[in-house]
């Protein structure tokens, strides 16, 4: 669920954006008692996601608008189907046209991919598709909804929600030992620890230092194989992350291996926007 004072904080800042000036277009061309329904129609096939943002663009502009929601966000729909339907002053419609599909559309792509990424994993899988912090600058929360909305889960939302030792920290740390150490001595007790790796041979020291998570970061399927045979019998094992580089094409082969979660960057920072248009009857 999004939360109407976080959706409305970023609706206002896109629509000063588009209308700090004023629309110039509609307020000459359009008299002001017009009124005017409008569809918003996917040109191809979608997760639709966003209906709360697309209300929220018109009633920040004209309270008098007044958005029916036709298909549920994380539903499926064909090309051709009307998501939402927009009725109101016809100058407010026309205003809040832009933003609200500029805003559903990036939520509305990101929902589509992020379900083919799942739709990927094998039948009765326990591998986990999860996003990253790979985000738009402004947008990570409707972004991260819109993953949900595709099936997917999230990563650690921001820097503290979670430890997460990559390499320029092991770096400057002085290795994988001293980081983890350090951040079990002066870390929250709520909060896991997640150590990435780059090569094999430093899971070893990864789980030693006791990493709740190792991430494998850019590893080969065959490399993740191996690092889930290494941590199977341990009585204490971490979560093995898979990340770098994924592919729709790999997703199956991760979870064959046995990883326990894929994360991938591309479902925010690469989706498509989805082909969606505001159209009057």
């Not at 004209?62 to 002053?89: I, K, Y």
């Not at 002085?174 to 620890?193: D, E, M, Q, Y």
């Given at each position: ?51 709360d943002v697309f209300r929220r663009v018109f009633a920040r502009i004209d309270t008098r608008c007044d958005v029916e929601s036709l298909v ?81 889960r999230n990563h650690r939302n921001d820097l503290g929600s979670a430890v997460m030792i990559k390499d320029n920290h092991i770096i400057a ?109």
């Amino acid at each position: 669920m999004l939360l109407p004072s976080i959706i409305d904080a970023i609706v206002d800042r896109a629509l000063e954006e588009d209308l700090s000036g004023g629309d110039v277009t509609g307020q000459t061309c359009i008299d002001a008692s017009a009124t005017a329904t409008a569809d918003a129609v996917c040109r191809e096939d979608v997760v639709a996601c966003g209906a709360d943002v697309f209300r929220r663009v018109f009633a920040r502009i004209d309270t008098r608008c007044d958005v029916e929601s036709l298909v549920a966000d994380g539903s499926p729909a064909m090309a051709r189907t009307v998501l939402w339907r927009v009725r109101g002053p016809a100058r407010a419609v026309l205003a809040g046209e832009r933003t609200a599909l500029n805003l559903v559309q990036r939520m509305t792509g990101i929902a589509t991919l992020t379900r083919r990424f799942v739709d990927a994993l094998p039948p009765g899988s326990s591998t986990r598709i999860t996003d990253t912090r790979k985000t738009t600058p402004g947008l990570r929360v409707l972004e991260r909804y819109a993953v949900r909305m595709g099936g997917g889960r999230n990563h650690r939302n921001d820097l503290g929600s979670a430890v997460m030792i990559k390499d320029n920290h092991i770096i400057a740390a002085g290795g994988i030992s001293k980081a983890v150490s350090r951040a079990r001595a002066f870390a929250p007790h709520t909060t896991r620890i997640e150590v990435e790796i780059d090569r094999l041979e430093q899971l070893d020291e990864a789980i030693i230092a006791g990493a709740d998570i190792v991430l494998l970061d850019n590893f080969s399927t065959d490399d993740c194989a191996r690092a889930v045979e290494r941590v199977r019998n341990l009585d204490k094992k971490p979560l093995l992350e898979a990340s770098g580089g994924i592919t729709l094409e790999r997703v199956a082969e991760l979870a064959r291996a046995g990883v326990d979660v894929i994360s991938v960057g591309a479902l925010t920072h690469s989706a498509p926007a989805a082909d969606i248009g505001l159209d009057f009857p």
